[in-house]
């Protein structure tokens, strides 16, 4: 629900983003839950309302615990990232440098081969 009514300005996981003629749609991490509820009953600005008619308050519960649940999740998720930062951060490149050796000595290799092969 949440992303066929509200992602379109919120984006996917809530974060928020850039509207057209230079309107911006807020961050819906940390809003409070009956705010988040007010927010869709009155729409502001340039975001649409819903209505109980349009919108039954059972989805609007619906799209507030999504939104709960992301949130603690991204928060998991950063302190997760932390802790892993530096060991990834580290080794990513240096991994990659090393494939990227290996394929050019193997290239390397193989080239000089088919040219001895031609040559003979
Ligand atoms: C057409 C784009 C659009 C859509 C669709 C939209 N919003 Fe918004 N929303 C906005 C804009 C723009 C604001 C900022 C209004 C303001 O600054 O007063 C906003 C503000 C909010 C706020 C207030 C945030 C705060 O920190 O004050 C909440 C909560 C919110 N939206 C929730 C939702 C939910 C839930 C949905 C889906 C049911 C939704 N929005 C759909 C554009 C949109």
Redesign the pocket.
């Known amino acids: 629900m949440?992303r066929t009514?509200?992602a379109?300005?919120?984006t996917v996981s809530g974060k928020g983003g850039a509207?057209t003629d230079g309107?911006?749609?807020?961050?819906?991490k940390d809003?409070d839950p009956k705010?988040?509820y007010e927010?869709?009953l009155t729409g502001?600005?340039?975001?649409?309302s819903?209505p109980d008619s349009t919108?039954p308050q059972d989805t609007?519960a619906d799209?507030?615990a999504y939104?709960q649940e992301v949130d603690s999740a991204s928060k998991q998720q950063r302190g997760r990232l932390h802790a892993g930062q530096h060991r990834a951060g580290v080794r990513g490149p240096v991994r990659l440098g090393v494939r990227l050796g290996t394929m050019i000595a193997i290239a390397t290799w193989v080239a000089a081969r088919t040219t001895k092969a031609k040559k003979s």
Request: aromatic share 10%.
């Open positions: 949440f009514n509200c379109q300005c919120h509207l309107m911006f749609a807020p961050s819906l809003v705010h988040i927010a869709m502001p600005q340039n975001m649409p819903f919108m609007k799209i507030i939104l």
